[in-house]
């Protein structure tokens, strides 16, 4: 059997990293002791997966380091990573007494058509997990392996799938930095927020989460700000779930007077060293606002050829920070995750995310997202290639698979 799986030059190799490529390699004929050959069947692709790649070597995340790149010819992990995706799978062989054959799982794969993945001796009916001593002990989400037939959220239409890849990394990510924000009383009582790249996912998905506060504590006081490129102003604005959108050229000539008073907290999903440095000037000069906090949590506007990890869109180290500038945060999912599961009860969060996540899928049909689903070695190659020339339109939801030139759902065309 053969395999495919997409790679991309690491950027210390001195390639180009945005030159991706379709490894062809040999699957395993024979499964060593607890592991599980799957077959991914899609996954989904976003700016999530753009800034695992452009931070697969950086030393605090280290996305390259969950699967190896193949030996091939010109190719090896040294040179080459895998970029995580997240997807669904069948298990086609197991040699782990606790996991079966035909099982529906849902997990952090490679973008591939075979994986081969080790499975620790923690197994329980809902989830099983990759060992990856190798990697701190908070990356324990990306580790688990989750059994769809017993998912509590798991709906097996084709749909329900695609919305599963979609927005279930991104939507956590919004949820938990929502609730790390009203853990402090958005930092001590802030009542205007601004979010960048606000016509991603992540962003919105944030947007929509304190609207959603506000209701639950029947407040309308913490209102939220988008801050978009003029190309996505139309489509951030029709989402209904910002306040007020600005354009990043316009936004400090708009804010201004009673619309930029009070206390504010910028959460950063873009990631532009030259924006961040316009929000602060901003917020240094208008007398009746303060900015409390700068939080980092994207960063969109990099790329695989253009990131500089130690930066991270806020400005080198060398570069001297003015006095008055807030701090600045950076939110990561699992870290934030790992307090709250000492806080809360399994079944408290379970419960938590179970009721978010269901109320997700009944509004998110009216945002103006829509599926595009792409087939096949040479097509999910362009579509890379397309991201890489044009950047990723915020309507578009990308669905990938290796298999063949159709994705028929339950029934897949296979090369
Ligand atoms: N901290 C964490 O734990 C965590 C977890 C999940 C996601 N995230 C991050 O959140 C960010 C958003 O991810 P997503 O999947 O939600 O994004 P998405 O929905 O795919 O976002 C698309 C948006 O990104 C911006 N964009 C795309 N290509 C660009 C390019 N070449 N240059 C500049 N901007 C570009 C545009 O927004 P604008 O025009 O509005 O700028 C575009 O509408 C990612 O950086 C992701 O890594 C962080």
Not at 16 to 35: G, L, R
């Amino acid at each position: 059997m053969e395999n495919l799986i997409l790679c991309h030059p690491k950027a210390s190799s001195g390639q180009d990293p945005n030159q991706a490529i379709v490894v062809k390699c040999k699957v395993p004929q024979t499964i060593p002791d607890d592991h599980v050959l799957l077959e991914v069947d899609r996954f989904g692709y976003s700016a999530n997966n753009v800034t695992y790649q452009a931070l697969g070597e950086a030393s605090h995340f280290r996305y390259f380091e969950f699967h190896h790149a193949p030996e091939a010819e010109g190719v090896s992990s040294k040179t080459h990573g895998v970029t995580p995706v997240w997807g669904f799978g069948t298990i086609i062989k197991s040699t782990h007494p606790q996991v079966h054959t035909g099982e529906r799982v849902y997990g952090y794969f490679a973008p591939a058509r075979y994986l081969l993945l080790p499975v620790s001796s923690d197994v329980n009916k809902y989830a099983f997990f990759v060992p990856r001593p190798h990697l701190p002990p908070d990356r324990r989400p990306y580790n688990q392996i989750t059994r769809c037939a017993e998912d509590p959220l798991y709906d097996p239409s084709p749909t329900a799938e695609d919305l599963t890849m979609l927005y279930r990394p991104l939507f956590w990510t919004s949820f938990w930095c929502e609730d790390w924000l009203n853990s402090s009383n958005y930092k001590g009582g802030s009542t205007q927020i601004i979010i960048s790249s606000a016509s991603s996912k992540t962003a919105f998905c944030l947007a929509y989460l304190i609207r959603r506060r506000n209701a639950l504590q029947g407040s309308s006081t913490r209102r939220v700000i988008g801050l978009t490129s003029t190309k996505n102003l139309a489509f951030t604005k029709r989402l209904a779930l910002y306040d007020d959108v600005f354009d990043y050229e316009s936004f400090d000539t708009s804010l201004v007077g009673n619309l930029a008073r009070g206390r504010w907290i910028y959460v950063d999903v873009a990631g532009n060293d030259a924006l961040n440095a316009r929000v602060r000037d901003h917020f240094r000069v208008c007398g009746d606002s303060e900015l409390a906090t700068c939080i980092a949590l994207g960063l969109t506007n990099v790329s695989a050829s253009t990131i500089d990890p130690l930066s991270l869109g806020w400005g080198s180290d060398s570069e001297t920070p003015h006095t008055a500038d807030p701090k600045v945060e950076h939110f990561f999912m699992p870290e934030w995750l790992s307090i709250r599961k000492q806080q809360l009860s399994v079944s408290a969060i379970t419960q938590m995310q179970k009721e978010a996540w269901t109320r997700l899928m009944a509004d998110c049909g009216t945002w103006g997202v829509s599926l595009r689903r792409v087939c096949g070695p040479e097509q999910v190659k362009a579509a890379y290639d397309e991201i890489v020339r044009r950047g990723l339109a915020p309507e578009d939801a990308f669905v990938w698979t290796l298999w063949g030139e159709s994705m028929e759902y339950g029934s897949r065309a296979k090369l």
